[in-house]
């Protein structure tokens, strides 16, 4: 069975900061990849996704995501960070065979000023 | 365009009511969905329905029903609700199938309380 891992609950950056988010997942074929950004009391924003070609994707806000099938990971990153990026961010695997994707538990970007 | 609209947003129940969470899309997606929300558990599949007329169980399916009324509107059902079924809702769509992958458009979400 297809599983996400973001094995950060918590991160905390400086303003103006770079940003790294893990994921790892396992799939056993060819995975289509997600990330997705919640503020506060709001649903699950699409920010970025990898369906297949250059592993380096871009995405809204500025995000990036690169896949590295060698090392199953899909990690996202924002040169530097704004005090709005402040959110829970959810990396997510589709599945390629049936119509549902599988959520990692999230990572909760603070902000410091 | 409204995407994905739910109601209600917020619902306060007593151990053993029964009610239903409604939810409709207006992008004419294929494929609709309902996830739970609990603290440090991230989203957590409750039911979906890849087509019109097609229900499947996810993860977490016990002590819920659903019915896809029709192409726009998937419901949620809570028979007889329990505490452990407090939690934040989320439906969600997508265009499966043709395409072959599930982008998901959420819905604000429901906050159910089960006192």
């Known amino acids: 069975a297809q599983s996400v891992t973001q094995p950060d609950i918590h991160i905390t950056v400086s303003e103006g900061a770079s940003l790294e988010l893990r994921c790892n997942y396992s799939?056993?074929?060819?995975?289509?990849l997600f990330w997705y950004v919640q503020s506060p009391g709001q649903g699950l924003q699409l920010l970025l996704k990898?369906?297949?070609?250059?592993?380096l994707v871009q995405g809204i806000k500025g995000f990036e995501a690169e896949f590295k099938r060698s090392q199953s990971s899909f990690n996202l990153r924002k040169p530097s960070v704004h005090w709005s990026d402040a959110a829970e961010y959810f990396c997510?695997?589709?599945?390629?065979?049936?119509?549902?994707?599988?959520f990692g538990d999230g990572t909760t970007l603070t902000v410091k000023p | 365009n409204a995407g994905v609209t739910q109601t209600p947003k917020f619902q306060v129940l007593k151990t053993g009511q029964s009610m239903t969470l409604q939810c409709a899309q207006d992008m004419n997606h294929n494929s609709m969905y309902w996830y739970r929300q609990d603290p440090g558990m991230g989203l957590r599949l409750i039911y979906y329905s890849a087509s019109e007329g097609t229900t499947d169980k996810g993860e977490v399916p016990n002590g819920y029903n659903v019915s896809r009324l029709n192409k726009r509107e998937f419901s949620l059902r809570l028979e007889s609700a329990a505490p452990s079924q407090t939690s934040v809702y989320f439906c969600?769509?997508?265009?499966?199938?043709?395409?072959?992958?599930?982008?998901?458009?959420f819905g604000p979400g429901t906050r159910l309380t089960v006192l």
């Open positions: 990898y369906l297949s070609g250059d592993t």
């Open positions: 997510a695997v589709g599945e390629t065979n049936a119509g549902k994707s599988t």
């Open positions: 969600a769509s997508s265009e499966w199938g043709g395409r072959g992958y599930n982008e998901q458009f």
């Open positions: 799939y056993g074929a060819t995975p289509y």
